[in-house]
């Protein structure tokens, strides 16, 4: 019976001592296969990436269609992602004025024209009123209805806070853009001309959605009207379109008098985001 016990201890110890290191190799193996097999499936739906692809794909504005203009644009420069978004959204890889394309009217109020984006000599809106001289003050007094109702009720909400808003310039036709333009490259130059004056077909005025208030000058900053209008523009549809922070979007300099009408959905969200025209149409109208 001694001798028995001894060799059933003698078996137990062989067992533990040489088997379990064998098991616990097994589970090993186990483990490592498993791994193997977990980073397998992460590399396929989350491939290794460039970091600053990574970064670009992380911002709010970041459009997929574009990335190859992200990158292009960034290269050889010190900048950061959300930068290149805004700028290249915005257009500003490419040339002013040389590469260009229609403006899509289809997109009605929220229709884009600027240095990338341009209207033909015969666009004309069907739609132009007449606006009355209670809310108009210069000669070009031309706005599409919607807008005209729109700036109505603005011009009527300021006056009961004793502020007076007319309009010195709406609708602006392709010729008289081309007789302006023109004038102000024999007194200034091209280049002069161009950061303040549209080219012709370049104009927003030729929308018929937008309006220069009360004095088309720098002296309107200083006025009561603009502050309210800095206030309360957006709750009746318009945006003061070349703001002073933005003029490498837009193209053009701080204009404190110039507003575009967009609609009151589309102002309150620009206002909320402080976003320009350019980027609005960029990121929730063309990409969408
Ligand atoms: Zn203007």
């Known amino acids: 019976m001694k001798s028995f016990c001894i060799i059933f201890l003698l078996i137990l110890f ?16 186990e483990k490592e296969n498993h791994l193997e097999k977990n980073s397998q499936s992460q590399e396929v739906v989350n491939p290794q990436e460039d970091p600053f692809v990574l970064a670009l794909k992380k911002e709010k504005y970041y459009i997929e269609e574009y990335l190859h203009r992200y990158l292009s644009y960034s290269e050889n420069k010190e900048i950061s992602a959300s930068m290149v ?3 290249v959204n915005s257009n500003l890889d490419k040339e002013k004025y040389l590469d260009t394309e229609k403006t899509d009217i289809s997109v009605d109020n929220l229709m884009l024209v600027n240095k990338y984006y341009y209207l033909t ?36 909400a300021a006056l009961l806070d004793n502020i007076s808003i007319k309009n010195a310039s709406g609708y602006r ?9 023109n004038r102000y ?12 004056s549209a080219r012709p077909g370049y104009s927003e005025h030729q929308t018929g959605l937008t309006s220069d208030i009360n004095i088309i000058d720098d002296s309107f900053e200083k006025t ?26 837009t193209g053009y300099k701080y204009e404190s008098w110039h507003y575009r009408y967009v609609g009151k959905k589309v102002a309150k969200q620009i206002h909320e985001e402080d976003l320009t025209l350019e980027e609005y149409y960029a990121f929730y109208v063309r990409n969408k």
Do not use: C
Request: charged share 30%.
């Open 14 to 29: 062989v067992g533990v001592f040489f088997f379990y290191p064998y098991k616990k190799d097994l589970e090993n193996k």
């Open 185 to 196: 490259v024999e007194r200034d130059g091209k280049e002069a001309a161009d950061t303040y």
């Open 121 to 156: 000599d015969d666009f004309e809106p069907d739609d132009l009123v007449v606006l009355s001289s209670k809310y108009n003050s210069g000669a070009n007094s031309k706005m599409r209805k919607e807008a005209a109702e729109h700036f109505m009720e603005m011009s009527d």
């Open 173 to 181: 036709s392709y010729q008289y853009q081309v007789d302006l333009y």
């Open 85 to 87: 978004i805004q700028n």
């Open 224 to 249: 009561a009207a603009f502050r309210w209008l800095q206030d309360n523009s957006y709750k009746y549809g318009f945006i003061l379109r070349f703001p002073k922070d933005k003029e490498h979007i």
